[in-house]
C-alpha cells in the first residue's frame, strides 16, 4: 500500500526544486473580472508548481473551465497568441496514468473537485506520467509533465462581489489596479481590495466592504484625508459616484465651467452677450418684435427688399409690404388708402404716419382738439408729426396706374357722351315748338258736371 506513494514523494521533491522560489513575480498581461470572479493571463516560462504558486501568490488558483464562459475568457486573454498556458487540472495521486473514457480523464480540478459542464480534450490515448494540463490558443486540452516548462499560466479569483466601474464625468479617465496586480481603464467589475485613480480629480478611491453588509462599495482609506472628488457638488451613487456644478456652471471635461449668460437665454434667433446679462438679437431681414424683446419678425428698412423664401420656394414679406414678382417685397403706400384725415400723412418703410396740427391728437382715426387743464380746447395753426401708426394687420390694395390707353378711351367715351346729349336735347327742342302752334281746345258743354279742356287736332276744327 506504501509502493504508490513513493513515486508521488519523488514526484514532490522535483517539483519544488523546479519551483525556483527566487524567480521575480509576473505581472499580468491580462485580466477580465465578472461579478464574482476574475480570470488573469501570466505570460512566463513556469513549472505547474511554480505557476500554482503564483496564483496563490495573488490569492487564487490554476483556471478552472468548467463552462463555455470560461473557456471565452481565456480567448479574450490570449488574443490569437502562440503559446501553452498550465490549466488548473492534475492528476489524481491514486492513479499513475490517463483514463480517456473518463469525463475529465482521471484530473482533478486545484479546488479538490471533478464537476464541470464542459471539456475540449485534444485527441489523445491513454498518457502515463504527463500529470499536468495546458490549453493552447486553439483552446484544446493537453496533458503535459508537471515539471516542464509552459509558456505561461491561467489564474482565477473569486469573490463574493465586487464594486462596479465609476461612472466619472465623460472625458475624465480612471485607471484601476486589482489585488492581484492587474492594471487597466476596461473594467466593468473590480474585487474587493481594487483601487481607482482619478488623476484629474487628484483622488483615489479603494473597493471595501463597509461593514453594512450590501456588499463592497467605492470609498476613500481615511475620509477627509484627501480632496473631495468634485470640484462643487458630489452625488453618491450606486457603486459610485457623479460630480455635478452649482446653477450658473456646466461641466466641461471633468471641471465646472462659468455658463455663458446666452447659455439658457430664450432668445429665438441671436444672442449677445453684454456686460451684466444678455440681449436678444436677430438675423438680417429680422428685426426684434416690438411685443417680445425675445422673438424676432421680417423687417424692412427700405422702400424694397428681397423675400425670405424657405426651401420649397415659399417667399414672405414683412408687414405692409407685398410680394412683387417671385422674391421681391415693396412696399405699400397706406397713405392713398386714406388711414389718416385729409393729406396729413407720410408714407414710411412697413407703415405710415399720421400728422395732427398743434393742439390736437389723433384719437377715434381723427384729429381732435386736446383739452386744456379747465377742459378748454386749444386750437393752433402749427403742424406737429405723430409716432409711427403701424400698418393695419390686413394690406390695403395696391394703387394700380391706369394704362395710357385706358385713360385714351376714357377721354373718347366722355366725348361721345356729350355730343348725344347734345343732339338729344336740340331734337326736343324742335319738337316742342311745334305742337305749340297745332294745338287747339273745345268746351264740352255746360251740361257736364266738370269741364275739361281737350286737345283738338287740326282737321277737326269748327
Known amino acids: 500500500a506504501m509502493r504508490p506513494l513513493l513515486p508521488l514523494l519523488l514526484l514532490g521533491t522535483v517539483a519544488l526544486a523546479l519551483a525556483r522560489p527566487g524567480e521575480p513575480a509576473l505581472s499580468p498581461a491580462g485580466a477580465q473580472c465578472l461579478e464574482h470572479e476574475c480570470f488573469a493571463v501570466f505570460w512566463g516560462s513556469r513549472s505547474f508548481s511554480a505557476a500554482s504558486e503564483g496564483c496563490e501568490r495573488g490569492g487564487g488558483?490554476?483556471?478552472?473551465?468548467?463552462?463555455?464562459?470560461?473557456?471565452?475568457?481565456?480567448?479574450?486573454?490570449?488574443?490569437?497568441?502562440?503559446?501553452?498556458l498550465w490549466l488548473g487540472l492534475s492528476l489524481s495521486p491514486s492513479l499513475l496514468c490517463t483514463e480517456p473514457s473518463r469525463l475529465l480523464r482521471g484530473f482533478r480540478w486545484g479546488t479538490g473537485d471533478r464537476s464541470t459542464d464542459y471539456t475540449n480534450w485534444a485527441s489523445s490515448g491513454k498518457r502515463c506520467g504527463e500529470r499536468c494540463v495546458t490549453v493552447s490558443r486553439e483552446l484544446l486540452?493537453?496533458?503535459?509533465?508537471c515539471e516542464d516548462a509552459a509558456d505561461g499560466f491561467l489564474c482565477q479569483y473569486s469573490y463574493g462581489g465586487s464594486c462596479p466601474r465609476l461612472a466619472a464625468p465623460q472625458g475624465v479617465p480612471v485607471t484601476y489596479a486589482t489585488p492581484f496586480g492587474a492594471r487597466g481603464t476596461e473594467f466593468l467589475a473590480l474585487p474587493p481590495r481594487s483601487a481607482a485613480f482619478v488623476p484629474d480629480l487628484g483622488l483615489e478611491l479603494r473597493c471595501d466592504e463597509d461593514g453594512s453588509g450590501a456588499g463592497p462599495r467605492w470609498g476613500r482609506d481615511a475620509p477627509g484625508a484627501e480632496p473631495g472628488p468634485c470640484e462643487q457638488e458630489c452625488v453618491n451613487t450606486q457603486g459610485g459616484f457623479e460630480c455635478r456644478c452649482h446653477g450658473g456652471y456646466r461641466m466641461v471635461d471633468g471641471h465646472c465651467q462659468l455658463l455663458s449668460p446666452c447659455y439658457a437665454a430664450p432668445c429665438e434667433q441671436r444672442?449677445?452677450?453684454?456686460?451684466?446679462?444678455?440681449?436678444?438679437?436677430?438675423?438680417?431681414?429680422?428685426?426684434?418684435h416690438p411685443q417680445d424683446a425675445t422673438r424676432c419678425r421680417l423687417h424692412c428698412n427700405a422702400s424694397e427688399c428681397p423675400a425670405v423664401c424657405?426651401?420649397?420656394?415659399?417667399?414672405?414679406?414683412?408687414?405692409?409690404?407685398?410680394?412683387?414678382?417671385?422674391?421681391?417685397?415693396?412696399?405699400?403706400?397706406?397713405?392713398?388708402?386714406?388711414?389718416?384725415p385729409s393729406d396729413n400723412c407720410t408714407n414710411t418703410p412697413g407703415g405710415y404716419q399720421c400728422h395732427c396740427p398743434a393742439g390736437f391728437e389723433f384719437r377715434n382715426n381723427d384729429c381732435e382738439p386736446i383739452p386744456d387743464g379747465d377742459g378748454e380746447e386749444v386750437f393752433s395753426g402749427d403742424v406737429e408729426p405723430l409716432p409711427r401708426t403701424p400698418a393695419p394687420s390686413r394690406a390695403p390694395p395696391k394703387e394700380e396706374r391706369l394704362h395710357p390707353g385706358v385713360l385714351v378711351g376714357i377721354a373718347a367715351g366722355a366725348?361721345?357722351?356729350?355730343?348725344?346729349?347734345?343732339?338729344?336735347?336740340?331734337?326736343?327742342?324742335?319738337?316742342?315748338?311745334?305742337?305749340?302752334?297745332?294745338?287747339?281746345?273745345?268746351?264740352?258743354?255746360?251740361?257736364?258736371?266738370?269741364?275739361?279742356?281737350?286737345?283738338?287736332?287740326?282737321?277737326?276744327?269748327p
Not at 417685397?329 to 397713405?335: A, F, I, R, W
Open 61 to 84: 488558483h490554476l483556471m478552472t473551465v468548467r463552462s463555455t464562459v470560461a473557456e471565452e475568457a481565456i480567448s479574450l486573454l490570449l488574443q490569437n497568441r502562440d503559446g501553452r
Open 141 to 145: 486540452w493537453e496533458e503535459r509533465r
Open 271 to 288: 444672442c449677445e452677450e453684454l456686460a451684466h446679462g444678455y440681449r436678444c438679437a436677430c438675423y438680417p431681414g429680422y428685426a426684434v
Open 310 to 340: 424657405d426651401v420649397a420656394g415659399a417667399c414672405e414679406c414683412p408687414e405692409g409690404f407685398v410680394l412683387d414678382g417671385d422674391e421681391l417685397c415693396v412696399d405699400l403706400d397706406e397713405c392713398y388708402s386714406g388711414h389718416c
Open 415 to 461: 366725348l361721345l357722351s356729350l355730343l348725344a346729349l347734345l343732339a338729344l336735347g336740340f331734337h326736343l327742342g324742335g319738337r316742342r315748338c311745334r305742337s305749340h302752334g297745332s294745338v287747339d281746345y273745345k268746351y264740352s258743354g255746360p251740361q257736364e258736371k266738370e269741364l275739361g279742356l281737350q286737345p283738338v287736332p287740326p282737321g277737326q276744327k
